[in-house]
């Protein structure tokens, strides 16, 4: 293809890295682990401050910190359940492969990058399995 006398031509497109090996699950274990390590020695040491008497925006400070490092942690401990269990590397809403890129930036990711996109922006992930017409929702 040319253009403004250029000529250009297309590469094939890298294949991508889906599948997990067992080295990339140890590899990915031992990093959660540290990650885990280091959200709950920040816990406790965010714990101590907790009674000294320090300004309200460093007490609130504080709090957003302390906050951040339990939601971390949970969803540290779900991608370690996800990994014993065998659901590793799939994403929780489509069950599509996270990606080992992504999980190698984010150890905990459940989701893939689209399902991650379409909740960024407000939208509900896919639905995975659709109920038999025989079932119904239980009234609320």
Same mark, same amino acid.
């Given at each position: 293809?040319?253009?403004?006398?250029?000529?250009?031509?297309?590469?094939?497109?890298?294949?991508?890295?889906?599948?997990?090996?067992?080295?990339?699950?140890?590899? %990915? &274990?031992? /990093?959660? !682990?540290?990650?885990?390590?280091?959200?709950?020695?920040? $816990?406790?040491? *965010?714990?101590? @401050?907790?009674?000294?008497?320090?300004?309200?925006?460093?007490?609130?400070?504080?709090?957003? %910190? &302390?906050? /951040?490092? !339990?939601?971390?942690?949970?969803?540290?401990?779900?991608? $370690?359940?996800? *990994?014993?269990? @065998?659901?590793?590397?799939?994403?929780?809403?489509?069950?599509?492969?996270?990606?080992?890129?992504?999980?190698?930036?984010?150890?905990?990711?459940?989701?893939?990058?689209?399902?991650?996109?379409?909740?960024?922006?407000?939208?509900?992930p896919p639905r995975r399995h659709a109920m038999p017409r025989h079932e119904t929702r239980s009234?609320?």
């Open positions: 293809m040319t253009n403004y006398g250029v000529t250009m031509t297309s590469l094939p497109a890298a294949p991508a890295v889906t599948e997990l090996t067992n080295a990339d699950l140890v590899q %990915l &274990e031992v /990093a959660l !682990r540290e990650q885990r390590n280091f959200r709950v020695h920040q $816990l406790t040491e *965010l714990s101590k @401050g907790a009674g000294s008497d320090t300004a309200a925006a460093a007490s609130e400070v504080a709090k957003a %910190l &302390e906050q /951040a490092a !339990r939601h971390a942690l949970g969803e540290i401990d779900l991608a $370690l359940d996800r *990994l014993r269990c @065998g659901r590793y590397g799939r994403c929780v809403d489509c069950g599509h492969a996270v990606g080992r890129d992504r999980l190698e930036v984010l150890p905990s990711a459940a989701r893939c990058m689209s399902c991650e996109h379409r909740i960024g922006h407000g939208r509900p009234a609320r």
